[in-house]
Nanobody, 122 residues
Framework: QVQLVESGGGLVQPGGSLRLSCVASGSIFRINTMAWYRQAPGKQRERVAMMPSGGTTYYVDSVKGRFTISRDDAKNAVYLHMDSLKPEDTAVYYC????????????????WGQGTQVTVSS
């Protein structure tokens, strides 16, 4: 079993910055994909940024140039640095990982963090 613990959300003024963190623990052989999603009230959950292991980083158009995803495989962690925040960035942010728990099997599993609230308001 794997647990994800998120931190870093909060209230920030428009134009401000926040850094979200997500650390995975438990049965982990390799983390294939790490990503951040968000869900605003009344809207569907959307993928914000994704960083596959050895693959191409993805950003949704609305955050390109403002958000940066990074990962530290030694710490089983993924981060989302958010600059120039706008009120429309207000949402609950979730980390998402695809993990291979054992080197003896190619099976992978998906996990979600508990979510952290980001509110951008003056």
């Amino acid at each position: 079993q794997v647990q994800l613990v998120e931190s870093g959300g909060g209230l920030v003024q428009p134009g401000g910055s926040l850094r979200l963190s997500c650390v995975a623990s438990g049965s982990i052989f390799r983390i294939n994909t790490m990503a951040w999603y968000r869900q605003a009230p009344g809207k569907q959950r959307e993928r914000v940024a994704m960083m596959p292991s050895g693959g191409t980083t993805y950003y949704v158009d609305s955050v390109k140039g403002r958000f940066t995803i990074s990962r530290d495989d030694a710490k089983n962690a993924v981060y989302l640095h958010m600059d120039s925040l706008k009120p429309e960035d207000t949402a609950v942010y979730y980390c998402y990982v695809i993990i291979r728990p054992s080197g003896d099997s190619a099976d992978t599993y998906q996990y979600w963090g508990q979510g952290t609230q980001v509110t951008v308001s003056s």
